[in-house]
């Protein structure tokens, strides 16, 4: 049921959105979150993949380690604008967002080091693959004098 729902909904990830992305092997960061959803606004624990410059979301930790395997979802970050703490919009602990101009997703963490760590790890991947930024200036930006 939920699948048809998906399917109806067009929540499925474009194939595009994720193809040529080996998410199974060596992401730059992992781990379980705990996602509101888009429509129906409940709170859903899923496996999380950060690569490329994609964030990537799996019913569970087997499913992103499978190839082949499809995600939940996607968001490209270079689309992104800002990533942020949001304890105080959401009235839970550690809460954070991912904004865009036309969406704002919430997110939680379990403790709040791994929501430091995803929020940084987050906000270097919008700089590195932010389509205002050039190659260039994402060198310069990491060069060590």
């Given at each position: 049921?939920e699948?048809?729902?998906?399917i109806?909904?067009?929540?499925?990830?474009?194939?595009?959105?994720?193809?040529?992305?080996?998410?199974?092997?060596?992401?730059?960061?992992?781990?379980w979150l705990?996602?509101?959803?888009?429509?129906?606004?409940?709170?859903?624990?899923?496996?999380?993949?950060?690569?490329?410059?994609?964030?990537?979301?799996?019913?569970?930790?087997?499913?992103?380690?499978?190839?082949?395997?499809?995600?939940?979802?996607?968001?490209?970050?270079?689309?992104?604008?800002?990533?942020?703490?949001?304890?105080?919009?959401?009235?839970?602990?550690?809460a954070?967002?991912?904004?865009?101009?036309?969406?704002?997703?919430?997110?939680?963490?379990?403790?709040?080091?791994?929501?430091?760590?995803?929020?940084?790890?987050?906000?270097?991947?919008?700089?590195q693959?932010?389509?205002?930024?050039?190659?260039?200036?994402?060198?310069?930006?990491d060069?060590k004098?």
């Open positions: 049921m699948n048809l729902w998906r109806a909904t067009g929540q499925d990830p474009n194939r595009g959105d994720y193809e040529g992305i080996e998410f199974w092997s060596n992401p730059e960061r992992s781990g705990t996602k509101q959803g888009d429509y129906i606004k409940t709170w859903r624990r899923r496996w999380f993949v950060l690569k490329r410059g994609k964030l990537l979301w799996f019913k569970d930790q087997a499913s992103a380690e499978t190839r082949g395997s499809t995600p939940r979802g996607v968001i490209s970050v270079g689309d992104c604008l800002t990533v942020k703490g949001a304890e105080d919009v959401v009235n839970k602990p550690f954070f967002e991912i904004s865009s101009g036309s969406y704002t997703l919430f997110f939680l963490a379990d403790n709040d080091k791994e929501k430091e760590e995803w929020i940084n790890s987050i906000g270097r991947s919008i700089v693959h932010s389509r205002s930024v050039t190659d260039s200036e994402v060198l310069d930006y060069h004098p």
